[in-house]
């Protein structure tokens, strides 16, 4: 029986070679073995050691030309992150090292946080095709029976993210949790806060980046876990919406989710939304794009989805006429994501990348009036603004308003909506040439020479004018845009 792809296993003996010349010894533990007695590869290893991997951790990323990344400081849990080539393109390879509990392997299988995950074999007969896990606690007998069931009664206690993780391998096998357990997860939910940022952030990612991640945010949410790590959503439950929507603005933000998953998948529902749905050349690729913390543009995408009307509650007013108004949640929800992809210890590229989405998730459908497309200037200085962001404030754009439809949703909205975003696709700079090959109309250097300026704010503003009037094929050559400039400073455009 094998464990690992060949990349893995490669991973894997490097690993065992290394920590053998350092006389430490180390187990392949959970995941994996649970994997290979389900006949399933697995790509991501944890492995108990004898030893600490704060201090081993560095030098294996090292050897491994990876990447090394504290989990979790006070219980001694790291991660060594690899690049992997394969023929789809890269992927990231994930390497989990905790330090031995209790003193032996059989101490440490029993204090873990699953049956299933109880499991454990040597690293170095690990690469075999002929080995019998160790399993202290029956978790191949769970594995058959497809239950999740609580290794012990102070797992949670023990260690709370296992809390999260119950989840997650819910998602991951299809298997059920055990009744037991999950009274359990709704008495210990409020000990998730005790744990360290970076692991509820991992969790959370991980459990995002499945298909069907909605419905993994329900169960969450159904056993306690959703409030212990993202209470801000609590405001959101029962807050009623404009007619136009069909939920709740919490029931909306799930079933944003739910459709971002789709789009990030290519796996629509109902049909009819993946008929109509706009597309750009590479845009699979573009979701599998690793962007933050070793996650995906598309887990990202979801993560945002889940937040970005997290300001809804607190910007809500009834005008006399019974309208409902929400004005600035959009500004004011970039500045709630920030305290919580803060605190979760989200990447500064991913937190960015998050706050600019919500800021400006409304602005594809008010770059012109209804029934209107947005003019080439407005396309041209949203690009502009958003650079990185475009793309996905787009689709979370598309999110938002199927999430806002729900089973509401008619042919007709739905092409006024395909309509204006696949326009702003077409217009977009991925269906030009790329930046690095486009010579822009005038350079700093010229605007500076011909127009006597000097280097300040003055030339990039004339730049901008510029380009977006070229945007909107306004100016057509050199001539036309020297011209532009001169008028713009004469009319004192370029100046302050």
């Known amino acids: 029986m094998s464990l690992f792809d060949c990349h893995t296993r490669e991973i894997i003996a490097r690993t065992a070679a290394f920590l053998a010349e350092s006389r430490v010894p180390a187990y392949i533990v959970g995941g994996a073995l649970r994997d290979a007695l389900l006949g399933l590869p697995s790509a991501d290893v944890d492995i108990a050691l004898d030893g600490s991997p704060h201090r081993l951790g560095p030098r294996l990323a090292s050897l491994l030309g990876g990447r090394f990344v504290s989990l979790d400081s006070s219980r001694d849990v790291a991660r060594v992150i690899v690049r992997v080539i394969v023929r789809e393109g890269a992927r990231s390879a994930f390497i989990d090292l905790s330090a031995m509990q209790g003193g032996s392997i059989d101490a440490d299988l029993r204090r873990r946080d699953f049956t299933i995950d109880a499991l454990g074999l040597d690293l170095s007969s690990a690469l075999s095709g002929d080995w019998k896990p160790m399993d202290p606690l029956g ?42 357990t999950q009274a359990m997860i709704r008495r210990h939910a409020l000990h998730l806060r005790r744990s360290s940022a970076e692991r509820v952030r991992e969790e959370l990612l991980r459990t995002l980046a499945l298909p069907a991640a909605g419905r993994w945010l329900r169960m969450m949410d159904s056993l306690g876990i959703l409030s212990a790590i993202l209470p801000e959503l609590d405001a959101a439950r029962g807050v009623t919406q404009p007619k136009e929507h069909y ?176 326009h702003i696709l077409a217009v977009g700079p991925q269906r030009r040439t790329p930046p690095s090959r486009r010579v822009a109309l005038l350079t700093g250097h010229d605007i500076m020479r011909e127009l006597r300026l000097d280097s300040g704010p003055a030339v990039g503003r004339l730049l901008r004018v510029v380009a977006e009037a070229e945007a909107g094929g306004q100016v057509k050559n050199r001539e036309e845009a020297l011209t532009l400039a001169r008028t713009h400073l004469a009319a004192g455009g370029g100046g302050g």
């Open 139 to 180: 978790g191949s007998r769970d594995i058959r029976a497809r239950l999740i069931r609580a290794a012990s009664e102070t797992a949670f206690t023990d260690d709370p993210i296992r809390l999260m993780r119950a989840v997650r391998l819910a998602a991951e096998t299809g298997f059920a949790i055990e009744s037991a």
């Open 247 to 422: 939920y709740d603005v919490f029931g909306h933000l799930l079933a944003a989710v739910d459709f971002a998953d789709q789009i990030a998948s290519e796996n629509y529902s109902p049909p009819l939304i993946g008929k109509m749905m706009p597309r750009f050349e590479g845009m699979s690729a573009h979701f599998r794009q690793e962007v933050t913390d070793g996650h995906s543009r598309g887990t990202i995408l979801k993560l945002v989805a889940l937040l970005h009307d997290i300001a809804k509650p607190q910007t809500k007013t009834v005008e006399p006429s019974g309208r409902v108004r929400f004005f600035g949640h959009s500004e004011k929800g970039e500045e709630t994501a920030g305290v919580i992809l803060t605190r979760l210890r989200v990447g500064r590229r991913g937190t960015r990348l998050a706050q600019t989405m919500i800021r400006h998730h409304l602005r594809p459908r008010q770059m012109a009036g209804r029934g209107e497309l947005p003019t080439d200037r407005a396309i041209h200085r949203y690009y502009r603004d958003l650079a990185d962001a475009a793309l996905d404030t787009l689709y979370l754009n598309m999110a938002d308003f199927l999430a806002a439809r729900g089973p509401l949703l008619t042919p007709a909205e739905m092409e006024r909506q395909a309509t204006v975003i696949g």
